[in-house]
DNA sequence: GATAGTGGCATAGGTATATAGTACACTAAA
DNA sequence: TTTAGTGTACTATATACCTATGCCACTATC
């Protein structure tokens, strides 16, 4: 996985969990990689993979079980509402950014039209 | 202004500047505030504020005059291009984290127009 | 009980960002 | 020449992030 420098990499992982678990790639009730693992998986440090399971289950997205390890949430509802959730902040950022810029809706409705043709 | 924690601050400031480029409220040629001034505005450090010019005088958005300020670059094209390349930053950004969520095109113009019309 | 695998914690060091404060060099105008 | 305003440079400090490393506690299994 590529990193971007100036987004913290526990984010960028938080992120990439997250989009698994609402693309299906990570069932709900499923076991999360141990985090040595994940630690290997994404190339970061033991201490990184620890934080980005606290974060998530703050986020009400997993949960842990001592000794045992870190499992995904088993509440679709909360699932689909991680998709809402992330959804809404990029649409938002987007429209906000293009208005930023002068678009209005009409233009950028016809720009992602022309992008889907090519 | 409001900054977001999770991006650099000189960063934010420096995308705040040329979206006032953009939209004509700084003309080409225009004097820019002084680093002190700038620091001032938006509520920075001398330090940053420098960094901030010398940024954007490293993308050639603007030239430093020493002893005398710094000055918006005078070429209107230079001004364009830098508008085709934020909005192809966001509307790239947009498009693939979107389809990272699973939404395709024709989701995304539906959702736009929808906010559209709240 | 011993072992392996799990999460959790503590210490230390490095880098980037941002701040505070000070000082210096250049330019134009009084 | 003096002054005010400009950019530039330096040191020091603080914080967040990330890493490296080691150790401890809990759980299941042998």
């Given amino acids: 996985m590529d990193y971007d420098s100036s987004v913290p990499i526990y984010l960028q992982v938080m992120d990439a969990i997250k989009k698994q678990l ?8 499923e076991q999360l990689p141990s985090t040595r693992t994940l630690a290997l998986d994404y190339d970061v440090n033991t201490n990184t993979a620890a934080r980005i399971y606290k974060e998530l289950e703050l986020q009400g997205i997993c949960f842990t079980k001592r000794g045992l390890g870190t499992f995904v949430t088993e509440s679709t509802e909360k699932i689909s509402e991680i998709k809402d959730e992330m959804a809404n902040k990029v649409i938002d950022t987007f429209i906000q950014e293009m208005s930023g810029l002068g678009y209005n809706y009409p233009d950028m409705v016809k720009i992602i039209k022309e992008k889907e043709t090519k």
Avoid: A, D
């Fill in 22 to 29: 609402i693309l299906g790639k990570i069932r709900p009730g």
